[in-house]
């Protein structure tokens, strides 16, 4: 090798980046660890102990995306400061990814103290590690705020929009927030805030609204008889793609000053409407009939009922209309979201349907299931 092509090599390997992601297990997590890996990075990743213990179930996002043997995981938990303090000591990350949450509204409501716990002291946790331990200056924050954090507030929602929000998921994130701007004022921490607005995708948990009605089409569309159980239909969200955001996280971190940011696509739909573009992708229209809880989605070719209401599935509180205004990051990062509404839900159904068969063939064989 020349002496050039060396020192660019050995160059490389001095300057090759570092980034701790917590919540790397989880849909964000997963995408951007990938992200992260294409650009170079060493990639660390914070697991919680029983993910650990079993990484084929609890980091099956990792073993999906074929990625998990170039990670380097750490067991640990967000809200155990000093065995966190320890791998970031260890790790010293130049950069650091703030994702792990408890990240389902409707149970932080059953659960709201250990959602702050883990969403609020996780956190400072992340914080004061950094502060503690000099790294200051060498280390950024990307903070996982949410689009939550608005609650009530009226559309459209931008960084400048007064927060209000009306669950404990999103006072908790409305608190990690203020923690993550207190530290870069009162400390000089580069701590940026991503405000994003819901994001989707194959890999997005199957308690969310998006996924829960993907997997029960594609069940439908290979010959299930189960109709599909929701809530709340009449909310609205602007739902993008999370390939999408966790470019966006990354942008977030490589700006002179650390700033906040809201990234959404700037369209929006109600939940009945996301349920509709599922069923059209194959070839199902549904006809809503009733009222209240009372109204079921019905096949309109054979008046078979495919979608139930069930008052349980409401929230004490709900957030009724959330709509992003990206414009800040448009301009500042030269962000966009690339994935429309309907490209989003294609992929989902046509991804739940690959499973299910991937899943039936694997039975049919005698093999182990597919774990993801
Ligand atoms: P997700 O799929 O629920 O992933 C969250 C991850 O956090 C999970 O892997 C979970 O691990 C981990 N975790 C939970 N408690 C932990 C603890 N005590 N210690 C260590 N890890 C813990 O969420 P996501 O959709 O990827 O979202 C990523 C982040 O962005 C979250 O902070 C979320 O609140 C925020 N956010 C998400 C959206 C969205 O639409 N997706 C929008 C705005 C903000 P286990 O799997 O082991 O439980
Ligand atoms: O609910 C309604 C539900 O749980 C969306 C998280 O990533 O985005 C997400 O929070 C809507 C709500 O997401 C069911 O009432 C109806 O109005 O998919 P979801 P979310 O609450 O918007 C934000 C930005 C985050 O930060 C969060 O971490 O759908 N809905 N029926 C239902 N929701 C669920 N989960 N299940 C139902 O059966």
Same mark, same amino acid.
């Given at each position: 090798m020349h002496t050039g092509a060396c020192i660019i090599v050995w160059w490389g390997m001095v300057n090759k980046k570092t980034a701790f992601i917590t919540g790397i297990a989880g849909q964000d997590g997963a995408y951007l660890a990938e992200l992260l890996l294409d650009k170079g990075y060493e990639v660390h990743g914070l697991l919680r102990w029983d993910s650990y213990v079993d990484q084929r179930d609890g980091a099956g996002r990792l073993f999906d995306l074929d990625i998990v043997s170039e990670i380097s995981l750490h067991m640990g938990d967000l809200t155990d400061a000093q065995s966190l303090t320890g791998i970031i000591k260890k790790i010293r990350p130049s950069e650091i990814y703030n994702?792990?949450?408890?990240? @389902?509204v409707g149970v932080s409501f059953d659960v709201p103290a250990s959602t702050l716990d883990i969403n609020v002291k996780g956190t400072l946790a992340v914080l004061e590690a950094v502060r503690l331990l000099d790294m200051v200056e060498t280390t950024r924050i990307y903070q996982a705020s949410s689009? %939550?954090?608005?609650?009530?507030?009226?559309?459209? @929602?931008? %960084?400048?929009t007064p927060m209000q929000p009306c669950s404990p998921y999103g006072a908790s994130k409305l608190a990690a927030y203020w923690l993550a701007r207190t530290y870069r004022d009162?400390?000089?921490?580069?701590a940026a805030n991503g405000i994003l607005f819901n994001h989707e995708s194959p890999? =997005?948990? %199957?308690?969310f609204v998006t996924r829960k009605i993907t997997r029960a089409v594609a069940k439908i569309y290979e010959g299930s008889g189960e109709p599909l159980i929701l809530g709340n239909l009449d909310s609205v969200r602007d739902w993008g793609h999370a390939r999408d955001y966790v470019r966006g996280m990354w942008m977030m971190l490589q700006q002179d000053e650390a700033q906040d940011f809201v990234l959404a696509t700037g369209q929006s739909k109600t939940v009945r409407e996301f349920v509709e573009k599922a069923f059209a992708h194959i070839d199902i229209e549904i006809e809503w009939r009733g009222f209240g809880v009372r109204q079921v989605g019905c096949?309109?070719?054979?008046? =078979?009922?495919l979608v139930r209401i069930n008052?349980?599935?409401? =929230?004490?509180? %709900?957030?009724n209309y959330l709509l992003g205004d990206a414009s800040k990051a448009r301009e500042i990062l030269g962000w966009h979201s690339s994935y429309d509404f309907n490209a989003l839900v294609a992929e989902m159904v046509d991804e739940d349907i690959d499973l299910l068969q991937e899943n039936t063939s694997l039975k049919d064989d005698g093999k182990c299931r597919k774990v993801g």
């Open positions: 994702l792990a949450a408890l990240s @389902q689009s %939550e954090m608005f609650g009530c507030a009226p559309a459209p @929602q931008n %960084e400048n009162a400390y000089g921490l580069y890999l =997005r948990g %199957e308690d096949d309109a070719k054979n008046d =078979r009922v008052e349980n599935l409401f =929230r004490p509180k %709900e957030v």
